[in-house]
């Protein structure tokens, strides 16, 4: 045997490690990245998280508005309202302007607010309370 030729479980073993390599490699590259600043930079592919409502409201003639229904309920500012605008043919536009209004009405009572709208088999208006994980803006 010649001791100068390498021995095929060391070939193996590098060619593991290089693949183990890559595979981490990979996983990191769809993960949160930290910027040059040190603030978390999420992916432009990441979906916003929804978190299940603490409180939901839907808007009525008898009931109150969403601003005294806000003043009614625990003030926590880890919270974020979001207003969900559900719109059937081409009812978008009147989907959208109720949706504006609850929004002015939330972003009055300090709350931090996202809209959510889609076409649907029937129009619906309601807002959700919860503990949703904050959105992130998206850098270049």
Not at 52 to 79: I, K, M, N, T
């Amino acid at each position: 045997m010649n001791p100068a030729a390498p021995q095929s479980w060391q070939l193996v073993l590098a060619d593991l490690a290089l693949i183990l390599f890559l595979v981490t490699l990979s996983g990191l590259a769809g993960s949160e990245t930290e910027d040059v600043a040190g603030g978390k930079t999420s992916s432009p592919t990441q979906e916003p998280q929804f978190a299940p409502s603490q409180a939901l409201f839907r808007p009525s003639a008898s009931g109150p508005d969403l601003r005294e229904w806000l003043a009614s309920q625990p003030v926590d500012h880890r919270s974020t309202l979001t207003i969900y605008a559900q719109y059937q043919g081409e009812d978008r536009a009147a989907a959208w302007a109720a949706a504006q209004r609850l929004s002015a009405q939330a972003d009055e009572a300090g709350y931090a607010v996202r809209i959510v709208i889609a076409r649907g088999e029937e129009s619906d208006l309601y807002a959700s309370l919860a503990y949703d994980a904050p959105m992130q803006p998206i850098r270049p």
